[in-house]
């Protein structure tokens, strides 16, 4: 199983501030090492959403956005559109006992 | 624009070995590393490992013991092996190219379309 957890579901209406955490350890996120989030839509390729903790790439909506504080990440969408119904997955670096690059568990947005 | 195009056998017997090769167009080949990434059916994404362009390879300590990444760069591809299959390595997978970050770790832009490969007797 993956060493960075987060929560199965979210939901949210839409228009309404939902977000999802990435809680990891000490030898990954809390160790410094930076947090990048991905959407799945259903049936397609995941799709790079935050990079570097914070930064957006271009033509990602501002309505996404993420932070870190200590061991979790999480990613916020504030404004939920129907198309942002989606799985969600953060990946960082963890460093033991062989150092490689790891994905969170993976989240469900549903909009009601 | 930058196109991954993946190709290999889709359904194989257990015991036998995966070998799956993601062409490279429409972008730049060298200065990136290349990545394998799997999604068995419902569930998270698993990270397999990476190759650079000078052929020094990284992989997951939980597959390394059965996984080869190889890489050709006069042809803009490189490849997955990996060995003695069984019904848990049926999933997607995908080859996406990682990015040196300015922030530091590098991450997944480009991912194509992904294939389905069955293990199954």
């Known amino acids: 199983q993956s060493v960075l957890t987060q929560p199965p579901s979210v939901s949210g209406a839409p228009g309404q501030r939902v977000t999802i955490s990435c809680t990891g350890s000490?030898?990954?996120?809390?160790?410094?090492?930076?947090v990048h989030w991905y959407q799945q839509l259903p049936g397609t390729a995941p799709k790079l959403l935050i990079y570097?903790?914070?930064n957006r790439p271009s033509g990602v909506p501002g309505r996404f956005s993420g932070s870190r504080s200590g061991a979790t990440a999480s990613l916020a969408i504030t404004g939920l559109q129907a198309e942002d119904e989606a799985d969600y997955y953060c990946?960082?670096?963890?460093?033991?006992?062989?150092?490689?690059?790891?994905f969170g568990t993976g989240t469900k947005v549903s909009v009601l | 624009q930058m196109q991954l195009q993946l190709w290999g056998a889709g359904l194989l017997k257990p015991s036998e070995t995966l070998s799956l090769t993601c062409a490279v167009s429409?972008?730049?080949?060298?200065?990136?590393?290349w990545s394998w990434v799997r999604q068995a059916p419902g569930k998270g994404l698993e990270y397999i490992g990476d190759?650079?362009?000078?052929?020094?390879?990284n992989y997951n300590p939980s597959l390394k013991s059965r996984v080869t990444i190889s890489i050709d760069t006069s042809n803009q591809q490189f490849s997955l092996k990996l060995t003695s299959v069984t019904a848990a390595d049926t999933a997607v997978y995908f080859c996406?190219?990682?990015?040196?970050?300015?922030?530091?770790?590098?991450?997944?832009?480009?991912w194509g379309q992904g294939a389905l490969v069955t293990v199954s007797s």
């Open positions: 996406p190219r990682q990015v040196p970050s300015p922030t530091g770790l590098p991450y997944l832009d480009y």
């Open positions: 990946q960082s670096y963890d460093r033991s006992p062989n150092g490689h690059y790891v």
């Open positions: 000490n030898s990954n996120i809390a160790a410094g090492y930076d």
């Open positions: 570097g903790n914070f």
């Open positions: 429409g972008g730049s080949f060298g200065g990136y590393y």
């Open positions: 190759i650079k362009y000078s052929g020094s390879a």
